[in-house]
């Protein structure tokens, strides 16, 4: 089946600095790829569209300064937090929707949980 | 607010028994989706049912879809403990670019 990775899987940070985060599609080529914020013991928020070779599309509400998305490749998207504050903290899902794919089927990553002190 | 609603917001079963989840969402859909998430993990995909579809069945899940009520259930026959989870609906909007739209999901706990 369909793998996508992200890494680091945890991560703590200092107020102040910005923390990379990556997704990656592994055995697949990712038209789109989705990120997700989750608070504990509560649902997925989306927070961006990403779309290969584009800008991002973002939700209302979120900080497009705040959280830079950039889809490099048909493999790789990146969310970096800028100038992380401990509201920050967060864990942040990535998924990948297949090219061409006809389904609406995403493929999520394992997370990655951010902690900023 | 973007989320759908599911109820019960924990569910606590012993083992062999059913469990049933439920699912209300508010916009028209392409098609409705089930996922667990194991703490602290991503999420598995379960299951599709489009719109034009009623009930959907893989394995010991049936799902069931109305879309005049807008709503949803997941069915899990002879639970185990190792279904212990946090399931989740994510609906397709009609508009969307693919997008989903999760609900506020359902702890599961499966006693042993």
């Known amino acids: 089946g369909a793998v996508v990775s992200q890494h680091p899987s945890r991560v703590i940070c200092k107020s102040g600095t910005s923390v990379k985060i990556e997704c990656r599609s592994l055995?697949?080529?990712?038209?789109?790829m989705f990120w997700y914020r989750q608070f504990p013991k509560k649902s997925l928020m989306l927070m961006a569209t990403s779309n290969e070779g584009s800008k991002a599309t973002y939700e209302q509400g979120v900080e497009k300064d705040k959280f830079l998305i950039n889809h490099a490749s048909l493999t790789l998207s990146t969310l970096t937090v800028t100038s992380a504050h401990p509201e920050d903290s967060s864990f942040y899902i990535c998924?990948?929707?297949?090219?061409?794919?006809?389904?609406?089927?995403?493929?999520f990553g394992p997370g990655t949980r951010l902690t900023v002190t | 607010s973007q989320q759908g609603e599911e109820d019960p917001q924990a569910l606590s079963i012993q083992e062999g028994e059913n469990a049933t989840m439920n699912c209300s969402y508010k916009?028209?859909?392409?098609?409705l989706q089930w996922y667990r998430q194991n703490s602290g993990r991503g999420l598995v995909h379960l299951i599709l049912i489009r719109s034009n579809e009623r009930e959907k069945h893989s394995g010991r899940l049936r799902v069931t879809l109305d879309t005049s009520k807008k709503s949803s259930s997941l069915l899990i026959t002879a639970s185990r403990a190792a279904d212990t989870a946090s399931y989740f609906c994510a609906t397709a909007p009609m508009d969307s670019s693919y997008k989903l739209i999760f609900g506020s999901g359902t702890r599961l706990l499966v006693r042993p």
């Open positions: 998924s990948a929707r297949t090219l061409g794919g006809s389904s609406y089927e995403q493929y």
């Open positions: 916009t028209s859909i392409n098609n």
């Open positions: 055995d697949f080529q990712a038209t789109t």
